[in-house]
Each structure stands twice: as C-alpha cells, then as structure tokens.
C-alpha cells in the first residue's frame, strides 16, 4: 500500500474541499467536556479507505459569534487515551457552521473515536468510525444500504434496530460502512395547518421543516434558496436516530431526486406539465449536499478549497442536447458539474463499491400521457413504453411514426428525441471501465433507482376487465431498455461476473436477476440486483390502500380485501405471479392457490417482492460467497420507544455463489425469521 506524505495528503484534503487531520504525539485536550446542543446535528463520518476518513459536524452559531475555531481529535479508544490524528479549522456561516475533515495516517481496518472540541472547550458527542482494509485483506465483510428517510411523514426506527443487532454482533461481523442511496431529505413539505386533520394518506405530518424563501405549489412547500436546503438537512439531522447511525458509522453517500427537485432532471424542475429553469436550484442544492455529508467527492475541475465555491449560474431554458439527452445550455452543464459524486471506493481483496449519479445527467422524461389508458392506475403498456424510451435510436434508428394501441395509433411524439438515459456518455464510459478494470470478485454497483422491471400480465385479465387495456405486458416502472441493454452486452461479451446491483428509491424490497430482456425474449441472467425497503417513505401498497377505491374493477390486482382489512400487498401477487394469481387471492383468500397460477413468464427475473416493505438490507460479501439480507420492519408511523426499535416483520435472506463467464447467476432464498407478506 503506497505511503503518501504529508503534502500529498494535504492536496487530497483540498481536493475534496476538508482540512486536515493529521497524526501527532500530542495529549487529549483536557479542556473537552460534551455540550450536545452546541452540536444539534451530531457527528458523521464517512467515505472511509485504508489510511483516512471524512470526519464531520455542524457547531450552531450563537448570538455575537462569527466563527468557531474547532478543533478535531482521534483516538484509538473511546476514552481518548491513545490520541492518533488531531487537527483544527474556522467555521463560520459561509459554510452554514459545517466542517469537513479528513482523518489521515490512520491503519486499516481499524475502529477510532472522534470528537470536536471549540475554542471554549464546549464539545461535541463521540463518533465512532471505521477504516477500510487494505487491498490485499480478503476477510469477510458486512455493510448495510438504506434510503429513502421522510422524517415529516414516518420514524427512523429501522436505525435503531440496525444498531441494536450491529452492537449484539461479534466485531468482524459488525457492519463496515452504511451506504446511503439517496432520499436522505424529502424536499416536497406539506404543512400540518394547511392538511385534513393534519395528517397525509393516513400519516401524521411532523412539523420539522419551514422554508425560509420557500414556494407553495398546489398543496406542498419546496425551496427556493441555499438557506431552504440548508434547513431542511438541519431539521432531519437532529432525528435522535438517524443521529446515533451517523456517529456509529461511516455513511457513503449518493444523491437520488429528492436532494434537488422531486420530478426534475439534470437542472430543471418539473411541476406537473411545466418544466422550470432551476440551475440556480441545482447549485444550491449540491451545495448543502457536499456541506452536510462527508464524501469523497470533488467540485469543479481546478477548485482547491476547504468549502464548496459555487459557480455563477443563470437560470435558461435548454434547447440543445446530446445524443443521449444531456442538456447542452452552459449553465445547465456548470450547474450538473459544480459537484461530482460518482466514485469507486475499494474494499479489501473481495469487492469493489461503484456509485453513479443517475439523475444529474438523465435525459427528459419522455410524455406518456398519450399511451397511459384510462382507468389502470400507474400502468401503461409494455411495448409502447419502449418505443418512448428508444427515441431516435429505436429499432436501430427506425423508430414508428405511430404507437399503435389496439386497433387505435397514437403520434410517437419522442420520435425525434435522443433516446433515455441516465448515466449520461462520458459517465457510462466511465462506469464500464471501472467494471472491466475491477479484479475483485464483486463488483458492487450503488444505484439509487434499481434496473429491475415492474411489469404484469394484463391481456391474461378476463375480457369484461381487458376491455379498455391495449394488449401486451403492463409496466409498472419501464425505462431506459436500450441503455440497460448496452451495459448487458458488454458484462456478456468481456465475462464479468461477480456483478451485484444494490439499490433504492422504490420504498419496497426486491430480489432479482438482471437480464437484457424478459419472456417472451431470451431471458439471460448476467447479474444480481437487491433494492432496500424505505427507511419511513411510503411505499406503494401503502399509497394503493388510500387510493384505489372499493370499487375500482381493477382493485384485486392493487388490494387485498381480507379479514385483517385492505392490504396493498395484493400488488406483491400481481407484479410477482400475473393478474391471475391475484384474482384468485381475492376470490378465496388462498395464498397458495393464487400461486399455483402463477405465469412463469412475467417475472422470471424476481425472487422476491414486497412493495410494502420497510427496513434496511445488510450484506455480507466474501471471497465466493454474497448473502444479502432484508431487515423488514411494521410501518414506522411513530418512533418506537424500545431498545431494538420495535418489533421485526421478517428476516429474509439471499445467497448468491459466485459464477464463472459463462454461467448464470442463482438466488439461494432463506426466510430466517417472521412470516413474509401476501
């Protein structure tokens, strides 16, 4: 492992905009004593290698001061006696009172204490973190991946349970790092006053967050300014427990929508048909992003300072794209680029942890208001989204002047548009060279949103319900088929293996393959894909209960009426074994019936689905071997006042063995605890 000195290790902290903690024989500060309201944030942690880590806290202003000189200290045991790395820095309102530093010289795969301390002596909590192993180290190692936390609508209950388990577990099986997959903040607000009975879909609305310079649209507050996403990490971080996960372990961070703008794409917003110029938005947004999570990540190229510096934008609308649909308007690329978070980080002998952005650079969503049918709540046909999603370069650049729906065509209105996209050129090129570069066993790829598709049988419905439907397959989440397609021809045509998608943002669980196509097209498995359950988001059979009504023909596929009352799980039935499977749960209340007419042909890919769950997922990767688990927990509507955060719904496992070029990929399913959902 190479040694970098001290000036290296310097411009590594510039480049990642922190300052620098570095090895010293000094003595603990004496002065130290905890003062938590001094630091209602906490402390965090994160992106961890060999050698260093990002240390973090947010020391709040008080009245007549204008800046705090902190300083930082690492010890390798909590009562701060073997002292390791110290260093100090100014924090003032430029950065919202937040610093960043960069822990170096340490050993790795090692445990270390942190603490901040002011000028006064007024000090924050201990945190505790972790290094990475070093590259050669091929021990087993277990990380967990969560997303999607709306503190205003739920609790955080799955971290106290994460950490109740991780503190009862031996030390090498304790959990390495949390990957976080975005959602962190739901920028989208509804104000209790301003709400029925104060409360959302069934959900009590928290008070937390009031924007500053914030702008109501329909119903709900979204930010205007740096100062609105400021707020809104400020009040999501004094959550007890998001708070206590933070100062347990390193978190590495990617952003999904919800950092920025809900419905946007690249730098522009989206509220309902209107698209807004929102670079200014963008910028700010990045901006509270890097200053309240600390990761490796880097702003513009030639920035070489302790704090971000945003670039002066203006907000346009954009007219011009690329081939795959990025914007080429100047202050839609300034704003993108004023930070990039897609990175690699490099995990002892066994893995590789690839993050992407996928929403900076994903292309305009196409219109599907013309091939969306009446009457099928969030479900449009299979084929036509395709054609949408293919733009130009359908068919091989031959894409239909018209979506032919039944017997009725309609305008293909994306016929002339780049194709869909949300990697972007030059960061696909990127990703698949770290794939093919990649010596580790695992290839471990962080995806915000999952590739694995949502879809279900409709033309099997009986003929009095297929009445309006236009035939074929019904997607629930299509999207981006040709550049899903691409990254499977180069995973078949080089042989990698070991490939293993760990996502979120779909407030549901899922075990499956990832294939280039699905029935009635060749189904090839070339890798293994996991998506986590909401941490307090609501997910869709939830939202389902409180929106298909009783008497929608269609309910049977979204909702179980039973004798425990409407159950959104039905939609487990319908996405997992067809519309058969779900007719028949309704008309006998048989599970196991509904299965046994099950078309094999709908998702082949899915071991696994619950669009009901919440929790978190842990893996654990070894040389050969990847086992994921899924923590599922009731929904989290209240915090839970109990040590291990409330009762478990169930403990699912999947074990998958490595495979060799030219084998498929196999999901060994293991319930371990609790009963599993319709």
Sequence with gaps: MMKLTRRQFSAMAGALGASLAYPANARPCLRWREQRDAYPQGVASGDPDPTSVILWTRRAPEAGISAYRLAVEVAADPDFKTLVARGSTTVDAGTDWTCRFLAVGLEPAREYWYRFTDQRGAGSRIGRTLTAPAEADNRPFRFAFVSCQDVTQGACNAYRRMIYEDERRSADDRLAFV??????????????????????RG????????????????????????????TAYRAYLTDPDLQDARARWPFVPVWDNHEFSWQGWQSQQVFGDEVRPAQDKKVAANQAWFEYQPARVVQAAGTRIDRFYPPKVAEAAIKKFDR????????????????????????GANAD???????SYASPPPDQSAITPKDFPWMVPEEAAEILDGGRDYAGGRPPATIRLGDKGVPNTAREAPRQ?????????????????????????GHSVGTLRWRTDMDNLPENLKAQWPGGYASFNGGFDIEHAELADVVQREGITGLAIVAGDKHSFWAGLFSKHLPPRPFEPLAVEFITGSISAQGLAEVAEHIISKTHPLRPLYIHDGAQGPDGHALNMTLRHGVRSSLELQKTGDAEAARKLSNPEVAPHLAFADLGGHGYATVHVGPTMLETEFICIPRPLEPSAAADGGPLLYRLRHRVPLWQAGERPRLEQQLLEGKLPI
């Design 421 to 445: 996209s949300y990697l972007g050129a030059d960061q696909k090129a990127w990703f698949i060279d770290q794939l093919r570069s990649s010596r580790k066993p695992w290839k471990l790829w």
């Design 324 to 347: 795959l649909g990025l914007g080429l308007e100047p202050n839609n690329l300034a704003a993108i680029r004023s930070l990039q978070i897609q990175r690699t980080l490099r995990w």
């Design 203 to 230: 959900r009590r609305l928290r008070d937390i967050i009031r924007y500053r310079d914030g702008e109501k649209v329909r119903d709900f507050h979204v930010p205007k300014t740096l100062a609105d996403y400021r």
């Design 353 to 359: 942890l690839i993050l992407t952005d996928n929403h």
């Design 179 to 200: 990957l976080h997959l975005g959602d962190f903040f739901y920028e989208i607000v509804w104000y209790p006053e301003e709400s029925p009975g104060a409360q959302r």
